[in-house]
């Protein structure tokens, strides 16, 4: 076979290498890494390379572990449907109410200007406003809206989902917004001619083919707060759990075996949790 016949079958291998190459060293090496490490034994004061089952065993085991991953899927399911409702609104506004598209890049510009920050800044800034002697707890009594300040405003579930929801929202709301954009007017327009109510062109005519943007958004969220770890550790005060919040106390102690067991085991779920939302929108087909 001669060069000039070989050069074209090269060519798209050739393209793909340094991708290959990027994806095998900063994301296939470390999984196979934690994997292997997963299966290693550890006492008190070192880690022995072996091949044990133990770690999986104790974590699969163990009453505390379970109630952690509960308590992280509650977080995941809670926050997914707080930013799915609110981030749907959102970018449905935007996209259907704001008629100049200056003012819609303007208005999504607004709702990015916090992520200008960093996320832990972001969370932080609830305290002072959610505390015993915060302000929203200072305003509602000089209101006369409540007598005594209200405790579970802050280091609880409800400033922990407060705060995810605050971090993750963008992420619900721009690809669903870059899908309502795609909408052809003009089936909305047909559906009202034909005589559809607003309520039913919503729901026959813009979540049907709003689906690929909330799948998308679905699977950043529940990704994002599987893995979470200092938004419960900071919102919580101490009092609630998560899975990434156990593994960095694992580290913390230096039990490294163990924590890759449980990051093992979150990848997993979490593999299952993005396949079945792929499993129920086809992002592929559907765009």
Known sequence: ??????????????????????????????????????????????????????NYEETISSPVTWSTYINTLKY???VWAVTLFVGFWVAYYLAFHIRSATAQMVLFLVCTIPFLTSNIIRMIS???????????????MNLGII?????FLLFSDFAVVLAMVHLYTLFMVTPIFNTLMRIDRA????????????WQILTNVIIPLAKPGIAIGSIFVVTLVMGDFIT????????????????????????????????????????????AILRIVNIRKEL
């Not at 007598?147 to 405790?151: A, C, M, R, S, V």
């Not at 990434?244 to 102690?253: E, H, K, R, S, V």
């Not at 230096?254 to 093992?264: D, G, R, S, T």
């Open 126 to 140: 609830w305290i002072p406003f959610l505390g015993r002697n915060g302000l929203l707890n200072q305003t509602m």
């Open 147 to 151: 007598d005594k300040p209200l405790e």
């Open 232 to 275: 419960v550790r900071f919102m919580s005060g101490g009092q609630s759990a998560s899975v990434g919040l156990m593994m960095a106390n694992q580290i913390a102690l230096l039990q490294y075996p163990a924590a890759a067991a449980n990051a093992v085991i979150l990848l997993i779920l979490v593999l299952l949790m993005v396949g």
């Open 1 to 54: 076979m001669t060069r000039s016949h070989l050069a074209p079958r090269l060519a798209p291998y050739l393209q793909a290498t340094p991708l290959t190459l990027i994806l095998a060293a900063f994301l296939v090496l470390p999984i196979a890494t934690i994997v292997m490490v997963s299966f290693w034994d550890y006492d008190s004061i070192q880690i022995f390379p072996a091949f044990v089952f133990t």
């Open 76 to 78: 995941t399911a809670i």
């Open 187 to 198: 089936l909305i327009e047909a559906a009202r001619d034909a005589g559809a109510s607003g």
